[in-house]
Every structure is written in structure tokens, then in C-alpha cells.
């Protein structure tokens, strides 16, 4: 079979469709006279006897066990009276070839339909089988019985109308048994149950033998009649019916099988080829498959119905054709889609189901990504709730359910205690430590592994930093190193020059500017190693026992001449006594040096640097406070950062270190430093250490 077009495609659906009806009906066929066509039996031993016979059988037993009711009861209701006429008629000798006998377990004969003169000698295929008969009281629709405890037995509710109902107990008001028909051919019986036990205290019962055959040759026309004629044409033709079916089937299964291997493909085209049924949920499709099938069966069913009531006429293989195409159309559309599905690997994905689960599945991230802190554990006690109201049912799970539940707390606080210590590790200077995230729930798990990346993240910028700080440090004392060998040969050739008698003034201006900016280019160098030097923590540092008022009235003194020449007056404020630090003496006065430089060189001529040293809280604090004179346009920190200068046109001789250095080397030797800038108010504050004599301490200050 070739790919083809839609109208080719069309026609041969259509004989696919015819193939598997015929192939069907040709299989149901051999299957159902699968014995005759291996059994060479008359028609009262085939199975197809056999079903008739089992059908009158029934109406016989119904019609015993109508007769003893009323024997036992006295009679019959209407319904039952109209029953047992139309059972009568329909096992009536005139009316059936059925022959049937039913004798009580002490040999009574109970029913017979045999005519005068005729015994089941006479018949074909006689059947011998035993059965038993049981009654209890017959409600009408509106009744009803309930067991009354202390009574000890069943107890009437007899509908009166109205909504009414009265109370009939069979033992204390058999009047009112009797009344409502229920006691009718029962008296002086027992009640129990909803039985009636009559001396013996047996239950209302019967055990019956009942003997059944065929009268042959078959004398009327009846469902033996109408099934031997079937029987003598199957017979002639199932053989060839047999083979063809054979034949058929495997010509239907390649069917197919090359129908599920085209299904989907186009000519020319690569790609599955979907068509509206395949777009169809797949749950819904069935269903809708399922109502479909379900209607053409009960259709099916009438029909059958019909035939077996009737001779085969054209019309019943006409319906029955229609049908049968119907259906085997509905399941080549069935396979074809399952086979498309199948191949585009979506079989369960494009189900309703499916889609309902996988957006319940979404709502249920999304709302949960959005719950709050408190909204979390809300639902999961209401879960607990549920648990626990699941198997309270069954008290032995309760104490498992419990303890399975208190199992997972404990685990759960034992995950979070381990990321918690985890994370004071990390925060704590080990970036390099991992917690371990192996068995932990899925949200902890989760924040565990964020905190193990935002570790290792904190260590490689670490690393980068160091390696960075390093470079720039190499970097600056290589190139200051580079400098200081021709810078000094500069300043000594200047030196010699300034020694020799140059009478051209201007010969002697312009070595003042070389002295000048040669001394200012080495002040510079020094200043990069030791910033350096400072920031690297690679200074040696000497601490011992410092006077900082003392240190700081000699700063003083050696910058008074520089403050006299800016315009500025120092006003200091100490206490009355001295105030000592641990500190090395060389880095503090480049501290203070650092900080007085600063105030010269930025400072507003012509007003006051306030100079205020005092003890507070343990530590010994200066601060120098100055007007700038030009705008502090530059964020306080951003001031101690290197080679950042207050004065932006960079017009005045700073280098822009002074600061950075101060602020290095003060915590280099334990001490803390902090800028405040309030408008062009520029304030300065160091603070080391008070080393305070041992008898001081014992002595309120």
C-alpha cells in the first residue's frame, strides 16, 4: 500500500472499513458454530439447541415457582396471575417443541407440559437438573421492614396513604398481617427475618428436579424450528465460510498493520500530518468513541432481538451490515489516531488529564513561589490536619502517623541547623567551606547550594582582589623603585648646581623650580611605596609606649611656620594631663604629619584649625577640624581612597595619598579612622588605644 492522496486515501478507508465488517461477521460466524464444523452432531446435540433449550427452561422454572406460591399462598396477585398465562401459553405443546417435567424431591409431579400419551422418552436430548425454590413475605413498593431489637424480630411498616404507615407485628398482631395480605396461607406459622417458618420451624422452601428435552421431529414452528434452518445452512456452507474467514483475517490484520505505519504521513512531506481528531484530548476522544459504540451496540441489540423472535429477513442483515460498518469505520479512525499519537510522542500529553495536572502542577509552583513566610506552614499543618484525619479511622496508624510526621520535623531542623552553622563558617572567613546538601528537602537543599555558589563567588573575588592588590603594590614599588635611581641623581646634580656661582638670574630661577619639583617627585615616590607598603600590611611595626600630647605639640611646632604662612591658627584643646597610646612612634607622626600637611595645604586662609584631643571610652581621639577652601564636592569615603584629592583642578601640591596613608597606617597599628564633611566643614578623627599604668586603672578618671 502507497501513500496517496486524500480521494485515494478516502476509497481505500472505505475498503478497509468493508474488509474488516466482512472479515467480522465471517470470524463471529465460524467461532460460534466452531463445533459443528468439527462435530458431525444432529441439531437437538449442537449448541445451538442447547440455547433454546436453556431459554424455555427458564419460563419453566418461573412457572413452578409461580404455582407453588400459590399453592403455599392461596393465590396469586394480578401481575403474577397475567405471568403465569402468558409462561402457559408460550410452554403450551401447540406452541413449542419444548418438553418439560418438574417433580418435587418426593417425586410429585409439580409442572408438566407433556400432552396425553407423550413422556420425555419421546424426545431429543433430554436434560436433568435439580434446583430449589425459597420465599419470604412479598412487599409491596410503599412497605417496608425493620428488625426491632427488643422484639427480637422483623416488624411490618404497612403504608396506610398519606404519609402514613402502621405498625403490624407478626407475632403479637397477626390481624393486622392478615389485613395487608401478609398472612395468607401462612397461619399458625412462625416469623423470623422476614420469613415465614411453618411448625417444624423449616423455611418456606422447595427442592425441585426438573427434566427437559426436544420433541423431534420438530412438529411446530418455534425458536427450535427457526434455529434447525439456520443450523441445516450453516452446516452446508461453514466449511467455505470457515476458510474465508481465514483468509479474510490475515488480509485485515496486514490491513492494519500498513494503516498504523501510514498513518500521519502525506506525500512529499516528512513530517506527521495531524488532522482534527488528533488534536482531540485523547480521554475525551475515547469517551466520545466509548457513547458512539455504546449506541450502535444497543442499535446491534434490537436487531438481534428481532431476529430471534422472527425468521432472518433482508432487513436484519441490512441493519446489521449498516452497523457493522459503523463500527469497524469507528475503530479504523481509533487506531489510526492512536498510531499518530503514538509516533508524535504525545499519546498521554494530549489528554484532558494530563493537561489538567500538568496546570494544577504550575498554579501549584507558582502560589507556593508566592506564599508567604507564615502561609507555608498554615497549609502544611492543614495537610497534617488531613493526615491525621485519614488515619484516625484506624487507630493503630494514628501513633505512626504521628511519629513519621515528627520524624520528618526533627530531620527538617536538623537540615536547617546544619545550613545555618554553615553559613557562619562562610560569613566567618571560610568562603572555601561547603555544606553538605546530600538527603536534605528540596527547598533547604536548594538554599543550601546558593549559599556553597555564593561561597565559592566570595573566594574567587577574594582571590581577585588579593591578586589585584598585589599586582598594583608590585606594580607601584617597581615603578618608584625605577624612579628613585635617576630622581636622585636629579636632586644631587640640582644640589651641586645650586653651589656654583651663576650670575644669569634666570639660569638660578629655573633651578629653584627644578630643586622644587624634583624634592616635590621624590615626596611622591615615598609616598606611593609607603601607601604601598601600608595597604599590604608589609610595614614593620614597632609599638611601644607613646606621650600623644607630647607628639602632637611637637607636630605642631614643626608646622607652626607653614601655618603662619597659609594664614591658618591652630587652636588646640587637650586635658590637663597626658594621654598615652601603644603605637609606633615613626607611623604615628606620619599620621599626624599626614593630617597637619592636609589642613596647610587645603585648608581656608585666614581661619582656625581646631585641634581637640581627649580620652573617651578607652581610647585616646583627635580630631582636626578645618574650613576648606575650596568645594568638598567628594563623598567622605571616597576622600581616603588613593590618589583622590578635595581639590579637583588639582592646582595645589598634593598627591592625593595623604589621607589613604594616614587611614593605613592608624589600623596598622589598631587604631580607627573616620572623615565627616558637613558642607566645606572638613573634620578628621583618629583614635588609637589608651595605655593607661596599671595603678591608673583602679582609679576613677
Not at 508566592?370 to 494514628?398: D, E, M, Q
Not at 611595626?541 to 601655618?563: N, P, T
Amino acid at each position: 500500500m502507497k501513500q496517496a492522496s486524500s480521494g485515494r486515501r478516502a476509497a481505500v478507508f472505505l475498503a478497509g472499513t468493508l474488509l474488516c465488517a466482512v472479515t467480522f461477521w465471517t470470524v463471529c460466524i465460524t467461532m460460534a458454530q466452531w463445533d459443528n464444523l468439527w462435530l458431525d452432531r444432529s441439531y437437538p446435540e449442537s449448541y445451538n439447541a442447547q440455547q433454546v433449550l436453556e431459554f424455555y427452561q427458564y419460563y419453566a422454572v418461573e412457572a413452578e415457582k409461580l404455582l407453588q406460591t400459590q399453592a403455599l399462598r392461596g393465590g396469586l396477585s394480578y401481575t403474577d396471575q397475567q405471568r403465569l398465562s402468558a409462561i402457559r401459553e408460550r410452554l403450551d405443546p401447540e406452541h413449542t417443541n419444548f418438553r418439560v417435567s418438574i417433580h418435587g424431591q418426593d417425586g410429585a409431579l409439580h409442572y408438566t407440559n407433556l400432552p396425553e400419551g407423550e413422556s420425555l422418552e419421546d424426545c431429543q436430548t433430554v436434560t436433568l437438573g435439580e434446583g430449589s425454590l425459597e420465599w419470604g413475605t412479598e412487599l409491596r413498593a410503599s412497605d417496608y421492614f425493620y428488625y426491632d431489637e427488643a422484639a427480637g424480630r422483623s416488624i411490618l411498616m404497612a403504608y396506610v396513604g398519606d404519609g402514613a404507615y402502621v405498625r403490624c407485628d407478626p407475632v403479637e398482631e397477626p390481624e393486622a398481617m392478615d389485613r395487608y395480605g401478609y398472612l395468607a396461607g401462612h397461619e399458625g406459622e412462625e416469623w423470623s427475618d422476614g420469613y415465614w417458618k411453618s411448625a417444624d420451624s423449616r423455611v418456606t422452601s422447595l427442592t425441585y428436579t426438573i427434566q427437559s428435552g426436544i420433541r423431534w421431529p420438530l412438529e411446530v414452528p418455534d425458536r427450535f424450528q427457526r434455529g434447525y434452518e439456520n443450523y441445516q445452512v450453516f452446516k452446508t456452507y461453514l466449511p467455505a465460510i470457515a476458510g474465508t474467514a481465514a483468509v479474510l483475517l490475515l488480509c485485515a490484520l496486514w490491513f492494519l498493520w500498513r494503516w498504523c505505519c501510514l498513518a500521519g504521513r502525506r506525500p512529499g512531506r516528512e513530517e506527521l500530518v495531524l488532522t482534527f481528531q488528533d488534536r482531540i484530548p485523547l480521554d475525551l476522544y475515547l469517551l466520545l468513541q466509548g457513547a458512539l459504540f455504546s449506541i450502535l451496540l444497543s442499535a446491534g441489540d434490537s436487531i438481534t432481538y428481532s431476529a430471534n423472535q422472527t425468521a432472518l429477513r433482508m432487513s436484519i442483515f441490512v441493519g446489521l451490515g449498516v452497523l457493522s460498518l459503523a463500527g469497524c469505520a469507528l475503530f479504523l479512525a481509533l487506531l489510526e489516531t492512536l498510531a499518530v499519537r503514538w509516533k508524535g510522542g504525545h499519546m498521554l500529553r494530549n489528554t484532558a488529564v494530563w493537561r489538567l495536572w500538568a496546570w494544577l502542577r504550575r498554579w501549584a509552583g507558582e502560589a507556593a513561589a508566592h506564599w508567604s513566610v507564615t502561609g507555608r506552614p498554615v497549609r502544611l499543618f492543614l495537610l497534617y490536619l488531613l493526615g491525621t484525619a485519614l488515619t484516625a479511622s484506624t487507630v493503630v496508624l494514628v501513633p505512626f502517623y504521628q511519629g513519621f510526621v515528627l520524624w520528618r520535623l526533627c530531620r527538617w531542623v536538623r537540615q536547617w541547623r546544619a545550613i545555618r552553622t554553615g553559613t557562619e563558617r562562610i560569613v566567618g572567613g571560610e568562603p572555601d567551606f561547603k555544606i553538605d546538601t546530600a538527603g536534605m528537602y528540596r527547598d533547604l537543599r536548594e538554599h543550601a547550594e546558593q549559599l556553597n555558589d555564593l561561597g565559592a563567588a566570595i573566594s574567587t573575588a577574594v582571590e581577585e582582589q588579593l591578586k589585584s592588590e598585589r599586582f598594583r603594590a608590585e606594580l607601584i614599588t617597581n615603578v618608584s623603585h625605577d624612579l628613585k635611581t635617576p630622581l636622585t641623581s636629579i636632586i644631587n646634580y640640582v644640589d651641586l648646581l645650586k653651589k656654583e656661582e651663576i650670575p644669569d638670574p634666570k639660569a638660578r630661577e629655573y633651578l629653584e623650580v627644578l630643586d622644587r619639583k624634583s624634592q616635590r617627585l621624590k615626596k611622591l615616590t615615598e609616598d606611593l611605596v609607603e601607601a604601598s607598603k601600608a595597604s599590604t600590611g608589609s610595614l614593620t611595626v614597632v609599638r611601644e609606649r607613646l606621650g600623644f600630647l607630647q607628639l602632637l605639640d611637637q607636630a605642631l611646632g614643626e608646622y607652626q611656620e607653614k601655618f603662619e604662612k597659609s594664614r591658618l591658627a591652630p587652636v588646640l584643646t587637650t586635658p590637663d594631663h597626658e594621654l598615652y597610646v601603644e603605637a609606633d612612634g615613626r607611623h604615628l607622626w606620619r599620621v599626624l604629619d599626614n593630617l597637619l600637611g592636609n589642613c596647610v595645604k587645603y585648608a581656608m586662609p585666614g581661619t582656625r584649625v581646631y585641634l581637640d584631643v581627649k580620652a573617651w571610652d578607652g581610647n585616646v581621639v583627635l580630631s582636626v577640624k578645618n574650613v576648606s577652601k575650596d568645594p568638598l564636592n567628594v563623598p567622605a569615603e571616597q576622600l581616603m581612597e588613593r590618589f583622590v584629592r578635595g581639590d579637583v583642578s588639582r592646582t595645589t601640591e598634593g598627591s592625593g595619598l595623604g589621607l589613604s596613608i594616614a587611614r593605613s597606617l592608624t589600623e596598622l597599628q589598631g587604631g580607627t579612622f573616620r572623615l565627616d564633611i558637613d558642607g566645606d566643614l572638613f573634620k578628621a578623627v583618629v583614635s588609637f588605644p589608651e595605655d593607661r599604668p596599671a595603678e591608673a586603672l583602679t582609679e576613677p578618671r
